[in-house]
């Protein structure tokens, strides 16, 4: 599965949550911790999240500071992955423009996540004219690949991080709508929803207790799958000027300042590029690890 081609699509995730409770919970565990692809991608992700949150201790110089002497100078013991036009220490930018591209991500998901989650439940829980409004709304998204949405709408809002954050969120609002209105058309019709009807539950106790924890599990394979998307968007954004701007340290912003001068100091965009290639990948096969591993049509295979 690969985040650069688009956006992370309903057949990619289409997961079937478990329905016995109870005593799958150590068997499934054990079932997680034996795909390499969940251990690797979790630890190489683990270990950039704590790099991530400790990037004022771990960044052996201030990111911010110049020093216009040791400009484009080779990667040394002083300065392993060397320094940028301006002399400041690409090692400490990539360790603290972590934090940023990371940010992007998660504040852009949790945007898509609340948002299309709510118009997936109600759109499949209604149908009608709700569903019919609420999936022409999605249509004319979908219209639009989604790097070209996000440049829209920072365009409208204009430049910044928070703009860049809000512009990837709506960009995977599709995403998160149709696959859990997929799920939930299924779901509905379901007996315990029917018996749990005729108990006197209302519409929202049915969709917040009954049908939201069993489309569950499709979006967290789904967010995870979208994280690694919103990175290389936001990425994108910045290395285009409308995201994180200058001084600050963002991994997608200090690529676009290296590109330049790859020819003589190729050590400028190269760690920031490899930055979101590692996080990307690791991203990418915890989300596949996830998806084989809870997918019980995978496990017939």
């Not at 911010?64 to 300065?79: G, K, R, T, Y």
């Not at 999936?135 to 910044?160: M, S, T």
Request: contains cysteine; proline residues 6%.
């Amino acid at each position: 599965m690969s985040a650069v081609s688009a956006r992370p699509s309903v057949a990619e995730v289409d997961v079937v949550a478990p329905t016995r409770p109870g005593g799958t919970s150590s068997r499934l565990v054990r079932r997680l911790l034996a795909s390499r692809g969940i251990v690797l991608g979790g630890v190489v992700l683990v270990i950039i999240g704590a790099v991530a949150l400790a990037a004022p201790l771990l960044a052996p110089y201030d990111p911010l500071v110049q020093h216009p002497d040791l400009s484009l100078a080779e990667p040394s013991f002083d300065h392993p992955f060397g320094t940028d036009l301006l002399g400041r220490d690409v090692l400490s930018r990539v360790v603290v423009g972590s934090r940023q591209s990371l940010l992007v991500a998660l504040v852009a998901i949790s945007i898509a996540l609340a948002a299309g989650t709510l118009v997936g439940l109600v759109s499949g829980f209604y149908e009608g004219w709700v569903d019919l409004l609420l999936q022409r709304l999605i249509d004319i998204q979908l219209a639009f690949p989604g790097l070209l949405l996000a440049l829209a709408i920072v365009a409208v809002l204009g430049p910044g991080l928070g703009n860049a954050m809000i512009a990837v969120g709506i960009s995977l609002i599709p995403s998160y709508a149709r696959m859990v209105r997929a799920s939930v058309l299924t779901i509905k019709h379901n007996a315990y929803i029917e018996a749990a009807r005729v108990i006197g539950c209302g519409d929202v106790r049915l969709l917040a207790a009954h049908i939201l924890p069993n489309v569950a599990v499709p979006i967290l394979v789904l967010t995870t799958v979208g994280i690694a998307w919103a990175i290389l968007i936001g990425s994108s954004l910045s290395f285009l000027g409308l995201g994180a701007q200058p001084p600050f340290a963002e991994w997608g912003r200090d690529l676009s300042e290296g590109r330049n001068y790859m020819a003589v100091a190729w050590w400028v965009s190269t760690f920031p590029g490899l930055a979101i290639l590692f996080t990307i990948v690791s991203v990418n096969l915890l989300g596949d690890g996830l998806r084989d591993t809870l997918d019980p049509r995978l496990q017939q295979r």
